[in-house]
């Protein structure tokens, strides 16, 4: 099982401990929470303490459309793959649509990867009622158009809408 906490300060260690790689990337996931920027919620293993998932909120999207509707976009969110499968990825994604709710928010978004590799959380999103927002596919921030080619990548993706 895993316990969902918010990201703190004497939490973000465990965070970078978790994860590894980009340590300034969760720095500044530390730096928008205290500024009221972003949510961020970590999923603990009940057991060890240590981070095993997490998701981002921001609340101010760069998504032009999320942007101008005032929809907070997830940006982050990643479980770790042999926990994959124990509903805390779904427990993550509640918990952040709650946050939001809280908030006043009418709406999330989110963005999805094209590729196989996505398929999981294509699925995953579909069946909490997230569907695509109309745009289209983005590539490295630009809206794909039909005369575009491009090469696929994880930067691509379908940006999807739910009502809360």
């Not at 300034?24 to 920027?37: F, H, I, K, L």
Request: with cysteine; proline share 4%.
């Amino acid at each position: 099982m895993a316990q969902l906490v918010p990201l703190t300060e004497d939490r973000l260690d465990a965070l970078i401990n978790g994860f590894g790689g980009d340590i300034a990337r969760y720095v500044r996931y530390m730096q928008d929470v205290q500024r009221d920027e972003r949510f961020v919620l970590l999923a603990l293993d009940d057991k060890t303490d240590c981070v095993v998932g997490y998701i981002t909120l921001l609340w101010s999207s760069e998504y032009p459309p999320f942007t101008r509707s005032e929809t907070p976009e997830i940006v982050d969110f990643i479980i770790l793959p042999e926990w994959r499968g124990k509903s805390i990825g779904k427990q993550l994604l509640a918990a952040a649509q709650e946050e939001a709710k809280e908030r006043g928010k009418t709406h999330i978004g989110l963005g999805v990867g094209l590729g196989k590799d996505y398929g999981a959380a294509q699925r995953l999103y579909g069946s909490y009622g997230f569907i695509p927002d109309g745009s289209g596919v983005w590539c490295k921030g630009q809206q794909v158009t039909d005369t575009d080619t491009i090469t696929l990548s994880p930067r691509c993706v379908l940006m999807m809408i739910k009502a809360l």
